[in-house]
């Protein structure tokens, strides 16, 4: 402090003789003024004056109106320990001392904050800010520094440079030999004066379009133009500052406490530091701050720029250069050799704070009440915790297009632990189509259902997981009038599927879709490459045209060819002369083969191909019925799926899955209950019997007879007992139940929904109960005279006893 203190009373003379010379410059000045001009003077200042309250007076200060969530109501201050409520004897020295150290400080520093040292606790209690950090857990020291309260994102961008050096290089093109006689293009018949018009048009249009761009985000701009900030510079926050050197730390960096979130100090955010403290001690930053923390020199030992508090805490060395080391006087060292230094030093009090415990259920939390939202520009994310919300959402993004966030553009929803594998649900407000994303492990091994209604035969995209479909299809897309699959890896090469559907004819008993199916038209199929065939005779597409009863192949084209096969057979209902119906005829089949082959023009060959496709068409009719009718399933397991949003609990979370719950309540019910039996066999069933006999007396056989007697005696009347009371209670339970159900008769027109829910939820538990007690009254009813005829052979058979009843027996 000493050297603080040299160096405040130096500016303090210096602005002593400044100010004397500035005031008889200002006497000298004043007496050469005329009277007039000082009253004008005056005028204009307070003109400057009231210029200034009005300029005070329109700045608007921000006032929470929200109530903090954590207030001292929600603390439970009896329940903390001593250590919260009352200060040790070092503790009220510390905090004196604290208060001499501010005190100076405030004397020789007016212009600056005042320092944060002793805040008051849960129990409006003060302590030391030293005091309140536990080594254990945060071994770095805190700062306190001033920020703009801003949102900080972190985009993190990838960079991809024009020229790659992994690329290989491009070779140049070699010329090619041309022949000397070429085609002639064909000339162009357009005309240019048009081309020219239209390409004026699309530049006229594209220039319009962007001049329309250009004032739409100058208006935003300027809507996005934020006011001055009254408090900039003014607020004061808490982060953690981690130091270099230790623990392999490269460089000096703060840490968000809020979001954990990492930032360098030549971040322009943090515009300076007040002073920094740890588990040992407290510093005062005595640099210039007018370059923010870029300039800061964090090294603690250096008294000139880091002004310490408490005196010899273990308070990091000064660093010092090679030269300056080797340069110091050994022979200070020898003469304070064998002197003892005087002990200044403070040894600083333990914490008063309790280690930190987060049980596992606010850990799941995440965040107070387990929700936290945070507003972007022209966004919204809200996150909730896992099983907080019954539909198993997490997270939600929406997207505005205004700054006042009141219209929505989209919404995106992500979702966890959902039995129907939901995952994502994208929705744009302005088209108005939701797609949702699914995980592995859907019952219909969907992945991405894309729709704008969940109508039947309207416009979506469904895409499954091929790998755990037997059929192998990767995608369905489905019109109104059309649908069309696509399929992967299947052992008759099908790869494509479109349906071509006709108007529906009207019917009015059958309005479903279900029972009254849209008329098909046509049917393509495409099919992928197969080695095992020729490409004259693999089949690449069909298409059965229905309602010409046409139906058209081509084939696969060869690798030497440029153009394939093709066929189209004609089906006939004509009869000939004789009224026999018309099986074949030659131009029922119209061929363009590459290469003609004989058997193909066989009219035998060109039959069996036809009742081949016949066949085809049939099954394909058929499987494209079936794909409409997994559609309806489909849209109706999802409606189901949605209304009940069941989530899926792990067999290890004891505490959310009720099945894994009462299993283990009833293995600890029946360990509990093996306890009590093995108890009840080691108990002496004769102990309260044989101490009413005198001590030390030998049995006689009278006494043993009457002692076996009054046993099975009390142990009948025990059994009789238990049963009157299990009746008891099973009549009990009757007359309650019977009592309900006349007063359910008596007020069934007036119940409501909710009471009625109630009922049938109170009869049913009243069910369950009686049928309990009855079983327990049957099964008593069976084992009591077995446990009676074992406890009389047990008693014949005691070794204190079975001497003396030998001669009853």
């Not at 000397?180 to 064909?186: D, G, H, S």
């Not at 131009?587 to 009219?603: A, G, Q, R, W």
């Not at 929904?753 to 009922?759: G, R």
């Amino acid at each position: 402090m000493e050297v603080l203190k040299e160096k405040v009373e130096e500016e303090e003379e210096a602005e002593r003789e400044e100010a004397a010379e500035r005031a008889e410059r200002a006497d000298k000045i004043e007496k050469m003024r005329p009277a007039e001009g000082r009253k004008e003077e005056i005028i204009m200042t307070q003109e400057m004056l009231r210029d200034l309250e009005r300029k005070l007076s329109e700045i608007e200060i921000p006032i929470l109106t929200e109530p903090p969530i954590f207030t001292k109501d929600t603390i439970d201050v009896s329940t903390l320990p001593l250590s919260y409520k009352t200060n040790t004897p070092k503790e009220e020295h510390l905090l004196l001392v604290a208060d001499n150290f501010s005190r100076q400080y405030s004397h020789l520093c007016p212009d600056r904050v005042p320092l944060f040292l002793h805040p008051l606790n849960e129990c409006e209690v003060p302590k030391f800010v030293s005091t309140t950090l536990r080594p254990t857990l945060l071994p770095y020291p805190e700062l306190y520094n001033w920020d703009t309260c801003a949102q900080f994102v972190s985009d993190f961008l990838t960079m991809v440079p024009l020229t790659d050096p992994l690329r290989p290089p491009v070779k140049k093109q070699e010329k090619v030999q041309t022949k000397k006689y070429t085609i002639k293009p064909p000339r162009d018949l357009s005309s240019k004066f048009e081309q020219e018009q239209q390409r004026k048009k699309e530049e006229e249009r594209r220039a319009e379009e962007a001049r329309r761009l250009r004032e739409e985000e100058e208006q935003l701009l300027e809507a996005e133009k934020a006011k001055p900030d009254p408090l900039y510079g003014l607020r004061v926050h808490s982060w953690v500052l981690v130091l270099s050197g230790k623990r392999e730390v490269p460089e000096t960096f703060f840490i968000d406490p809020l979001t954990a979130h990492s930032y360098s100090p030549q971040d322009e955010h943090f515009l300076g530091i007040e002073s920094l403290w740890n588990h040992k001690n407290y510093w005062i930053n005595m640099q210039d701050c007018w370059n923010c923390c870029k300039d800061l020199i964090f090294d603690l030992g250096d008294a000139v720029r880091w002004e310490f508090m408490l005196l010899g805490t273990d308070k990091p060395n000064l660093s010092l250069t090679e030269e300056e080391d080797n340069g110091m006087n050994d022979d200070d060292d020898v003469e304070n050799l064998g002197k003892e230094d005087e002990d200044k030093s403070f040894d600083m009090p333990h914490s008063w704070v309790e280690q930190i415990e987060i049980s596992p259920e606010a850990f799941e939390s995440r965040c107070p009440h387990g929700k936290k939202v945070i507003q972007y520009k022209k966004a919204k994310l809200e996150k909730w915790a896992p099983y907080l919300n019954s539909n198993g959402l997490v997270t939600r993004l929406t997207t505005y297009k205004d700054m006042e966030c009141s219209q929505i553009l989209e919404i995106k929803e992500w979702y966890q632990n959902r039995e129907d594998m939901l995952e994502l649900k994208h929705i744009n407000k302005t088209t108005g189509l939701h797609v949702d994303y699914f995980k592995p492990g859907h019952t219909q091994a969907l992945r991405v259902h894309s729709y704008k209604s969940m109508q039947p035969e309207m416009d979506r995209v469904m895409e499954f997981y091929e790998t755990a479909r037997v059929d192998g299809l990767t995608k369905r897309e489905e019109t109104p009038k059309s649908m069309t699959e696509y399929y992967q890896r299947r052992q008759d090469f099908l790869s494509y599927r479109h349906i071509d559907y006709g108007p529906r004819v009207k019917k009015i008993s059958q309005n479903s879709a279900d029972s009254n199916p849209r008329p098909m038209v046509k049917i393509t199929e495409r099919f992928s490459r197969n080695p095992e065939k020729p490409a004259d005779e693999d089949v690449a597409e069909h298409v059965f045209v229905i309602g010409e009863d046409r139906i058209q192949l081509r084939y696969h084209c060869r690798e030497d060819h440029i153009t394939a096969s093709k066929r189209e057979f004609l089906q006939r209902t004509e009869v000939d002369s004789k009224g026999n119906k018309i099986i074949m005829t030659p131009d029922m089949c119209i061929s363009f083969e590459v290469e003609p082959m004989e058997h193909t023009k066989k009219l035998l060959y060109q039959y069996q191909t036809l009742m081949q496709l016949k066949s085809e068409e049939k099954v394909s009719r058929h499987q494209a019925w079936e794909s409409e009718l997994e559609v309806l399933e489909i849209l109706k397991l999802r409606e189901e799926e949605e209304a009940a949003h069941t989530l899926t609990i792990s067999i290890y979370d004891t505490r959310r899955n009720e099945k894994s719950k009462e299993y283990r309540e009833a293995m600890e019910r029946v360990l509990h209950e093996e306890h009590l039996r093995q108890v009840e066999t080691q108990l002496d069933y004769l102990a309260p019997f044989l101490v009413q006999l005198p001590p030390g007396e030998k049995l006689t056989r009278w006494q043993a007879m009457r002692l076996k007697d009054e046993c099975l005696s009390d142990f009948k009347q025990r059994l009789i007992d238990k049963a009157n009371l299990i009746q008891a209670r099973f009549e009990k339970e009757t007359q309650e139940l019977q009592k309900k159900q006349q007063w359910y008769q008596e007020n069934q027109v007036t119940l409501s929904p909710e009471d009625e829910d109630l009922y049938l939820s109170y009869c049913s538990q009243a069910m369950f109960r009686i049928r309990i007690l009855e079983q327990r009254l049957n099964r008593h009813k069976e084992l009591a005279p077995l446990k009676y005829l074992a406890l009389e052979e047990k008693l014949y058979k005691d070794p204190r006893l079975v001497e003396l009843l030998k001669v009853f027996t």
